[in-house]
C-alpha cells in the first residue's frame, strides 16, 4: 500500500479527511513559525510536500506572494480544501500534483526539466514505511545513505528530507516538522551525523506537546539551508504560545549529533556542566531493567512491582511483599527488587517521577523498571539526586520519546548527580 503525504490543518473542521495512518494535523500558528524561521532571499518557487489542506502553503502565501507554488498530495480528497484555502494569497501560480511522496522518480516528474525548487516544506505523517525499491537512491541522492544498519530502520522522516533535499537546488531552505525520534534518539545519531556534515542547519525548533490535534506527540521544526555547513554551532530555540519564541541556545556540532533538543540542553546550562558532576557509571552503579512484560506481569499469580506501583512523593519507600517461592519463570528468570534497591521508571509519561528506594520485601520488576543498586553508604545521597527537583528536570530533559517517555541506560548511566557530588 503506497505511503500517503501528510494531511494539514487550517483550524476548520476536516473530520473527513482524518485518517488511521498517523496524519496529525498542523495548527496554523506552527505553520506560520516554521515559515518565518526561513529567512534569506524571498523565494521565487516553493514546493509543499504532503500538502494536505494547505496549511504550510497558506503561510508560505503570507509571506512571499508572487512566489510560484506547488503542491504535492496522493489523497485526492484534499484537493477541493487545498485550493480554496490557497486562493488569493497572491501565489504568481500554484500547481498541484497528486502523487507518491515516496516516488524515487518524484523530481523527474515535478521538476520536469526544470531547476530545483528555491525552499520546501513538508510536515510528513509519523509512519514506519515498508521498504520498497527506490528507496537506497533517494537517500543516497541526498548523502543520506548508510546511516541505517538495516533497511527496516529507515525511517520516513529521512525519506521526506531526502526527497525535499532533491527537489530544491543548492542554497535551497528546506523548513521540515519532525518528530522526536529524529531529534533524539539514539537510533537516529546516523542521520543526525549524516544531515550535520552535509547541509547547514539553520536551526531547531522545540514545540509544546499537544501543538498538534489529535495527539500529544513532542515534535519540532528544523531548517535546513542546502548547502554546505559553514557556521561550528547549531541555533537551538523553544516555542510556547504564552512565550513565543525564545532565545537560541548555541550548540557544538558534536553535541547535535549527541541530540538536538533545547531542554537537554538549557538544563545544562541552568545547572553546569554535566561532566563537572558525579554519574552513576563513575560510582560503577549496577543497572538492570526487570524481564516481565506487563502483560506477562498481569498473568502470573505473585506481585510484581510496576510503574503504577511508584509512591507518590519521589524518592519515597517502596514496600514489597515477603519473598515466595512461587517467583520463578524457570528459563527466563525474573529481576528481583529487595530491600536496599533503588527503583526507577525506564518508560513512562511522567518517569521523572517514578523513583523510590525499597526499604521491604522482595519482588520481580517488570521491564519498564530500571533496579539500581549501590553501596549502602551511597544510596540516601543518589536517591536524593534522582529524586530532588533537579534531578527530575535532569530525568525529563533526558527522556526520549514521542508519547510515552523512555530513558536508556546509556542516558541513565551519565545523568549528573547534583546533589550526590562528592
Known amino acids: 500500500m503506497p505511503f500517503i503525504s501528510a494531511m494539514q490543518e487550517n483550524g476548520q473542521d476536516r473530520s473527513r479527511h482524518f485518517d488511521p495512518l498517523a496524519r496529525f494535523y498542523t495548527k496554523q500558528h506552527v505553520a506560520d513559525l516554521l515559515v518565518k524561521l526561513m529567512n534569506g532571499t524571498p523565494p521565487k518557487r516553493i514546493v509543499d510536500v504532503g500538502a494536505g489542506a494547505g496549511t504550510l502553503s497558506v503561510a508560505a502565501g503570507g509571506k512571499w506572494r508572487g512566489a510560484e507554488l506547488c503542491t504535492i498530495d496522493l489523497d485526492q480528497d484534499c484537493v477541493v480544501d487545498l485550493k480554496c484555502n490557497i486562493s488569493g494569497l497572491g501565489f504568481s501560480r500554484h500547481t498541484h500534483v497528486t502523487i507518491d511522496a515516496l516516488d524515487v522518480d518524484l523530481p523527474k516528474q515535478i521538476l520536469r526539466g526544470r531547476a530545483g525548487f528555491d525552499a520546501a516544506v513538508s510536515n510528513p505523517p509519523y509512519l514506519q514505511p515498508q521498504w520498497r525499491p527506490g528507496f537506497e537512491q533517494i537517500l543516497s541522492e541526498a548523502r543520506l545513505d548508510n546511516v541505517f544498519s538495516a533497511i527496516s530502520d529507515v525511517t520516513l522522516d529521512a525519506i521526506f528530507i531526502s526527497q525535499l533535499l532533491r527537489l530544491t537546488r543548492s542554497g535551497a531552505n528546506v523548513g521540515i516538522i519532525v518528530p522526536d525520534g529524529v531529534i533524539t534518539g539514539q537510533k537516529s545519531q546516523k542521520l543526525r551525523r549524516a544531515i550535520i556534515e552535509n547541509y547547514e542547519i539553520k536551526c531547531v525548533v522545540q514545540l509544546p506537546r499537544c501543538s498538534f490535534a489529535k495527539t500529544d506527540a513532542q515534535a519540532y521544526i528544523m531548517v535546513l539551508r542546502k548547502t554546505a555547513p559553514v557556521k561550528k554551532q547549531i541555533n537551538l530555540l523553544n516555542y510556547t504560545l504564552e512565550n513565543g519564541l525564545s532565545r537560541p541556545l548555541n550548540i557544538s556540532l558534536d553535541a547535535g549529533v549527541e541530540r538536538l533538543d533545547y531542554a537537554f540542553y538549557t538544563v545544562d546550562q541552568l545547572l553546569g556542566r554535566r561532566d563537572s558532576h558525579v554519574s552513576l557509571s563513575d560510582i560503577n552503579a549496577e543497572i538492570v531493567r526487570g524481564r516481565l512484560s506487563s502483560a506477562e ?126
Do not use: W
Request: charged share 20%.
Open 297 to 422: 506481569a498481569k498473568a502470573v499469580n505473585y506481585k510484581v512491582f510496576h510503574t503504577s506501583d511508584f509512591p507518590p512523593v519521589p524518592g519515597g519507600p517502596v514496600r514489597l511483599p515477603p519473598l515466595t517461592s512461587s517467583c520463578d519463570t524457570g528459563s527466563k528468570p525474573d529481576v528481583l527488587a529487595t530491600a536496599g534497591d533503588i527503583l526507577l521508571a525506564r518508560v513512562d509519561r511522567q518517569l521523572h517521577r517514578k523513583v523510590g528506594l525499597v526499604i521491604e520485601g522482595a519482588a520481580p520488576i517488570t521491564d519498564c523498571i530500571y533496579r539500581i543498586r549501590l553501596p549502602q553508604t551511597m544510596r540516601t545521597a543518589v536517591l536524593s539526586a534522582l529524586s530532588s527537583d533537579e534531578g527530575r528536570n535532569l530525568l525529563y530533559s533526558a527522556a526520549r520519546g514521542v508519547s510515552a517517555r523512555m530513558l536508556s541506560k546509556h542516558d541513565l548511566l551519565h545523568l549528573p548527580l547534583l546533589s550526590a557530588k562528592a
